[in-house]
């Protein structure tokens, strides 16, 4: 029992169960990848929720209430969890890297942002909040005869990113 790993699949409700091994170097190969993902030093968690703190004790004044800013700071913080989903689908089974950012020092703010913005996509007609309520909307769509839909399988799309390109499209 030791030498296996048990994993729900990235879609659907199966249980996968892995050579731990296997896990482990796939998992290892993924993180390998130092254009997606680099090694952070002793010094840097701490060194990010002091920068975290800091930027909250800068915001304008009345942004924050007073109780507000105190739960926004990071003060209980731990690092993101980094694991892998198998993707049962694919030939091969390769790991979705998962990056879990629950209780990270920008939680509690990402959160009170979130409750601040959301009246900006509350009315819109492509927010997508539930994959069922998509399911709904795409099953019999009404397309122009000038359109085609389309389906692309993106690959590790969010880790793919480059933090500059998403800093200056944001910008």
Known sequence: MKDIVTLPADKG???VIMGKTEYTVNIQGLLGDEGNYQLSGAGGFKNHMNSVNRAIDKLKPGALKRREALTKKATDAGTARFYGLPKVRKPGVPLRPIVSMCGIPTFGLSKWLY???RFLFKDSESTVRLAEQFLTNIRHPE????KI???FDMVSLFTSIPTALAVNTIN
């Open 149 to 151: 839909m389309v389906s």
């Open 115 to 117: 409750q601040r913005f």
């Open 13 to 15: 409700r199966s249980t």
């Open 143 to 146: 397309i122009d005869s000038d």
